[in-house]
């Protein structure tokens, strides 16, 4: 990890382990407030679960002007983008896709929605709906290894994370704690549940938690409905395409709605946010990941909708192109964070039990 | 010039802005005039933490209850009874109804936690500090419809009788005047301005660090007592702590305290101890470190503790000095090293049985037959590495200000002055005569800014 990034958080972490003023406000000030000495391990937990909420930049004594020239939120989240890449394998990937973000997931998506298209000029669409456009087994033997290889480097990282910041074996209790965190989001919230300073300078605002909360559970829902799909698929012999009334559709149909609008709404927030108190070097991979997200989204409802149209084969084409671009960026997109977090979030719960 | 307003409130701080608030909710058309840039808007009140309430019962963050009794004795306690008892009674009676106030126009309160639980009865800790509760405050004005000048350095009222005819400053390379019906002064004191400070207090002042913002510099307090408005305080006292000599000229806040008097010796620049480190735990005892350390040549202390002490205390802002030898860390504090390690050795020999040592309470763990004795927490300097820290006056306010009544309205020898008001800072000799009680001045701020907004708000309709 680079030097420079740890030292500046460093720097920053004693003066505010000195004031102590904004221990209310989220998770990461009880955790830092325990240590006296910051090593790189607690530094980059520290980093990893700060949620860029922006509570404690407004509400500090010593942002500039003033000399010592406090901006948490940056620090940690410059070091938080470092570690990740610093964690990923393989490497190169990761330190591409924050800064090149916009350029890889175009390119993955037309490159892979030029794949499918000669795949299925080359025929073997033998089947009903849309295996008619691509085979199921095409599916499976580019789908298969594109779900494997994200989980295997996603685990190699997160290994290399929990032994960085001295993780203990897990308990369920320490898990529970961790999921009802994340699924309230609580650290978007600040102490009094108001929200963060995100859109408008210091006015507490509910608008990007619950943005973000649209986008993980439309994205959940999504990704269950696929794994009910596959379910039927296998298990009850029942192939797509399923009818409205069909638990597939029934998760996915709203999943794909919320995902949507939850991307565009988070772009159009994010516009307004201002960089200069996040990572202003991951704004663009950031986007792109947003953006490819969505697009996942958008291309599947649209896909429902114009499923029976000639248009089809395209849509599903570029469908199924965005899909494989996000599984496969996984590890190395913004998408890595709701990993570590989690496993911030984990290592938090160990502390703080652990703690006197 | 054409806007017309009906109060003009100068400074920018709690104070201002509870009474420009507050005349706001009354219908008065207001101007903040702050002469600080928006990023160190909020005067003083951007370093405050918390609010001392009293109340019957638990009431938001506080637990138990806190009488009218209870807390004036505190406050008689800390200002050896140089108090104005009924202005005191008057802000510790108001103050119950300002939390429930606070939070109605923004401010969001914590519970106590790490370090600061034995005040959870008494105190009331704004959920990101001071600077939050500023936010909202602005946040609130706005939407309330006052408007705000920043960077408006007021430079004269003019006093005519029994009124305040016009007031000038200066924004945006132009001076202006404007005619408000009525004003009010919560510009704080005049600590900022250290050429006042050396004429107050000498010579030493000039080495003294101000530990809130530079913008105090009491341009409009002077302007008034010129003009014979009332003064209270003692113009040649401040309110001083002993700090981090490492810490900024100004603004260096919270931070830059430091706790680990107690389990150390300090000497001066001689080498020399000069008071009993161990006379009683250090949040009663910071004030007069001030000034001890204001007394040494060159307004200088430095601290040196052993290993065995460092955790003992909250973290620092810069890290302490560190050598494996006395004689090392003496010349990295520019100290003379044989001294040192005499003051040290006799020190060392004076420390009898250290087995009751107990560093939350007075242990009674002292020193015998030395001059002058640590009578609590004596423990010998000894194992290495060594840790220096350096201490400096850190001034925290002045006491001199403007003569209020219980309308916080001002006067002069003749009597009241119709449409001048003040609150905070600027006004709080007229209550604390010496000493300092924590969240006490914000108690003040509050009470007396809404105070001076209802009654120069009735004055101007």
Redesign the interface.
């Known amino acids: 990890m680079q030097t420079d990034l740890l030292q500046e958080a460093r720097r920053q972490a004693q003066i505010c382990n000195a004031c102590r003023y904004c221990e209310g406000y989220c998770s990461v000030f009880p955790a830092l407030h325990r240590e006296r000495a910051f090593g790189d391990g607690d530094l980059t937990q520290l980093a990893n679960l700060c949620h860029n909420c922006r509570g404690c930049y407004y509400a500090c004594q010593y942002t500039a002007p003033h000399e010592f020239d406090l901006n948490l939120p940056q620090a940690l989240a410059e070091l938080r983008r470092d570690s990740w890449e610093s964690y990923a394998w393989p490497q190169p990937a990761a330190r591409a896709f924050h800064t090149h973000g916009v350029r890889i997931a175009l390119l993955g998506v037309l490159g892979f929605a030029v794949l499918f298209l000669l795949i299925r000029v080359l025929g073997t669409g033998a089947g009903n709906g849309f295996y008619a456009a691509l085979s199921h087994s095409a599916m499976v033997a580019i789908f298969l290894p594109a779900f494997l290889f994200p989980l295997i480097s996603l685990a190699i990282s997160l290994r290399r994370y929990w032994a960085d910041v001295g993780g203990e074996g897990l308990r369920l209790s320490h898990v529970i704690g961790a999921f009802a965190s994340a699924a309230k989001m609580k650290d978007l919230a600040a102490g009094h549940g108001e929200g963060c300073n995100f859109e408008d300078e210091d006015r507490f605002s509910q608008a990007r938690r619950h943005i973000h909360q649209a986008i993980m559970y439309g994205f959940l829902l999504c990704f269950a409905s696929t794994a009910v799909g596959t379910i039927m698929h296998y298990v009850f012999g029942l192939p797509a395409p399923y009818p409205l009334w069909s638990l597939p559709k029934l998760l996915g149909l709203p999943g794909g709605v919320l995902l949507t609008l939850g991307t565009i709404a988070m772009i159009l927030l994010k516009r307004k946010s201002d960089r200069a108190l996040g990572d202003e070097k991951a704004w663009g991979g950031d986007m792109a990941f947003i953006a490819l997200l969505g697009f996942v989204a958008a291309s599947g409802l649209a896909l429902y909708a114009l499923g029976a149209t000639s248009v089809m084969p395209l849509i599903l084409a570029l469908h199924l192109g965005s899909v494989l671009s996000f599984f496969l960026l996984t590890p190395f997109s913004k998408m890595a964070h709701g990993f570590y977090r989690l496993a911030a979030l984990i290592r938090e719960e160990q502390k703080k039990r652990a703690a006197p | 010039m054409t806007e017309q307003y009906d109060i003009a409130v100068i400074g920018g701080g709690n104070a201002a802005l509870c009474a420009a608030m507050t005349a706001a909710e009354a219908g008065a058309r207001v101007l903040i005039l702050e002469t600080a840039p928006k ?2 808007r909020g005067g003083n009140s ?2 405050t ?1 918390n609010f001392r309430c009293m109340h019957s019962g638990p009431l938001g963050p506080l637990v138990e209850d806190y009488g009218e009794e209870d807390y004036f004795a505190d406050l008689m306690k800390v200002t050896d009874g140089k108090t104005d008892e009924h202005l005191a009674r008057l802000a510790i009676r108001q103050s119950e109804q300002c939390l429930p106030w606070m939070q109605e126009h923004g401010v ?1 309160f ?2 106590s ?3 600061t639980l034995s005040l959870g009865r008494t105190n009331a ?1 704004f ?6 509760l500023v ?2 405050y602005y ?1 609130t004005a706005d939407t309330l419809g006052v408007e705000v000048k920043y960077e408006a350095a007021v430079t004269h009222l003019e006093l005519n009788g029994d009124r305040i005819e016009w007031v000038d400053f200066t924004h945006q390379g132009k001076t202006q005047r404007i005619t408000p019906t009525a004003v009010i002064v919560a510009s704080g004191g005049f600590q900022a301005d250290t050429d006042w400070l050396t004429r107050a207090w000498g010579d030493p002042a000039k080495n003294f660090l101000i530990r809130g913002t530079p913008y105090n510099r009491g341009v409009v307090l002077a302007d008034l007592l010129d003009q014979g408005v009332q003064s209270i305080g003692d113009p040649t006292q401040c309110h001083a702590v002993a700090i981090d000599g490492r810490a ?1 000229k100004f ?1 260096g ?5 430091l706790d680990c008097v107690p389990f150390s010796i300090v000497v001066n620049k001689n080498a020399e101890r000069f008071y009993d480190e161990g006379e009683d735990v250090w949040p009663k005892r910071y004030a007069i470190w001030g000034r001890l350390v204001a007394a040494q040549p060159d307004q200088v202390g430095y601290v040196i503790i052993d290993s065995k002490s460092l ?1 003992l205390f ?6 302490p000095l560190k050598a494996d030898t006395l004689e090392d860390l003496a010349q990295m504090m520019d100290l003379p090293g044989d001294k040192l390690a005499e003051t040290v050795a006799n020190f060392n020999a004076a420390c009898g049985d250290t087995s009751g040592f107990h560093p939350t309470e007075l242990d009674g763990v002292s020193t015998s037959g030395i001059k002058p004795p640590k009578t609590n927490w004596a423990r010998p300097i000894t194992e290495p590495p060594f840790y220096g820290y350096s201490l400096r006056t850190g001034v925290t306010f002045t006491y001199l200000g403007l003569k209020v009544d219980e309308n916080a309205q001002c006067g002069t020898d003749k009597g009241p002055i119709r449409n001048l008001w003040a609150a905070g800072e600027t006004m709080a000799g007229s209550i604390l005569g010496q000493g300092y009680l924590a969240g006490f001045g914000m108690t003040i701020g509050t009470v007396f800014g809404r105070i001076a907004g209802r009654e120069a708000a009735d004055y101007a309709n």
């Open positions: 990023p160190y951007r370093h933490r969001r914590q519970p936690l790490s370090g800790f959920m990101g500090g001071g600077k939050s936010n909202a946040r900024p603004d806040g919270i931070v830059t305290r955790n909250m973290p620092s802002v810069f890290p």
